[in-house]
């Protein structure tokens, strides 16, 4: 693989720093370079510094090298998406204007839309046509400049299809480009034919389900929809404590549509990230801040749920380190811009660019442990790279709704422009 070297970045935005989740003032450090330069061997940042370093310890590797002149250019990490439900079947178009007509999203869930409809055409995709389908969605977040995605199942609903999901994101996680973390998400809703018997639905799940992955290395973690009228603060918390014995990091959607104790729970179970937060209550917020749960906030589905976005500011005030993702899913945020997601997070938010950039790469890196790897350009981190076809890190956030990407290198492979 022929090595390639960066140069003459306007801003080269590497976020060096602390190699863990960044909180209050440290969301705003971004360790900017100006003319800066990368040189990338072997799938991993080789060296980094400005131009004119680089210059004086390689320059005579010069004719050995891929040169890419970036002038004029904003150079990043790659961004990382730390929540999507990205390997799903079929489509919700129709879902969407109910929506616009007056049904909330879940009186269509409880009338058998919703996460029941993908579950039920998930169900019906075979494996291959469930990686056909999401490789081209990981194509897109691949084209919007994210290099690092997680995925969760939890459109399955009983052990066959919840594995088939997981191990389709195990093909595309060894065949695409993008890294693809997985999460068990059984807990995502119960099932229609357990209506009426939850409880025997959370048994099948923590007695049948949980080992069979857990024994497969299928997943990292394990996610839950604590919700009113989905599971209870006690059912959630024994789905996640079950899976804590078998290895599986708990993660928990959270307060999203009403207060119910979500991110108080996160707290307990020493979760690494709640995701949501809508309605999360102050005390919840103090108490994630206190135990270091990472808040994973959504500002995409707000918007397209027309909801008041989650309190990112205040989040950020109180001391919680705070990722933001696209939560990409066929129901409520079917985007894959995390571009567009950085901008809301600046203008429903109130986050500022820095810490729109911040909660996108380092923080996202940390919300799915991967922050050894990738989230910030350092030397042997792996070489995934943005250049940007814009000058400055503002300009990227405030010029918004559009993909500024210009080229993507993925392990030091340049995979788009
Ligand atoms: N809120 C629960 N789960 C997903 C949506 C899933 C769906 O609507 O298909 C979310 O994170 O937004
Ligand atoms: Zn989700």
């Known amino acids: 693989m022929t090595p390639v070297w960066i140069k003459n970045a306007a801003q080269l935005v590497t976020l060096a720093g602390e190699n863990g989740p960044r909180r209050k003032e440290g969301m705003s450090e971004l360790s900017i370079i100006e003319d800066g330069s990368v040189l990338m061997e ?126 389709a994101m195990k093909r595309l996680n060894e065949s695409h480009p993008i890294d693809l973390v997985p999460t068990f998400m059984g807990g995502h809703a119960v099932p229609q034919e357990y209506k009426g018997r939850e409880e025997q639905y959370i048994d099948l799940l923590v007695n049948d389900m949980l080992p069979k992955v857990a024994e497969e290395g299928l997943a990292v973690f394990n996610d839950v929809f604590c919700e009113v009228g989905v599971f209870t603060p006690e059912q959630s918390e024994r789905i996640l404590e079950a899976g804590k014995k078998l290895g599986l990091i708990p993660k928990i959607h959270a307060d999203e549509i009403e207060s119910y104790g979500g991110a108080e729970l996160a707290a307990k179970v020493g979760a690494i990230s709640a995701e949501h937060l809508l309605k999360a209550s102050d005390e919840g917020m103090r108490l994630m801040a206190e135990a270091g749960v990472i808040a994973c906030l959504l500002p995409a589905t707000a918007l397209y749920l027309r909801e008041d976005a989650a309190k990112g500011r ?104």
Request: aromatic residues 4%; charged residues 20%; glycine residues 10%.
């Open 42 to 167: 072997n799938g991993e940042i080789l060296a980094i510094g400005s131009t004119s370093q680089l210059e004086a310890l390689y320059g005579e590797r010069s004719h050995e090298v891929d040169v890419i002149d970036a002038s004029g250019r904003l150079v990043t990490p790659g961004l990382v998406d730390p929540h999507t439900h990205v390997a799903y079947g079929g489509s919700r178009e129709r879902e969407f204007e109910m929506r616009l007509e007056g049904s909330t999203y879940m009186e269509i869930m409880n009338a058998g839309g919703g996460i029941h409809a993908t579950t039920r055409m998930t169900r019906e995709a075979t494996e291959d046509e469930l990686v056909a389908q999401t490789t081209r969605r990981l194509d897109s977040f691949l084209a919007h400049g994210v290099t690092t995605v997680e995925g969760k199942s939890g459109y399955g609903l009983d052990l066959e299809t919840e594995l088939k999901q997981l191990r």
């Open 314 to 417: 205040a989040m950020i005030d109180a001391g919680v380190a705070v990722a933001i993702s696209t939560d990409c899913n066929p129901g409520s945020s079917p985007t894959t811009s995390m571009p567009l997601v950085m901008n809301l997070a600046c203008i429903s938010m109130r986050l500022t660019p820095a810490e729109a950039l911040v909660a996108a790469t380092m923080n996202a890196a940390c919300a799915i442990g991967m922050e050894a790897k990738v989230g910030s350009l350092e030397v042997g981190k792996q070489a995934d790279v943005v250049m940007w076809k814009v000058s400055n890190y503002q300009e990227l956030q405030y010029l918004f709704g559009v993909n500024h990407v210009g080229s993507v290198w993925k392990k030091g492979v340049q995979v788009v422009g």
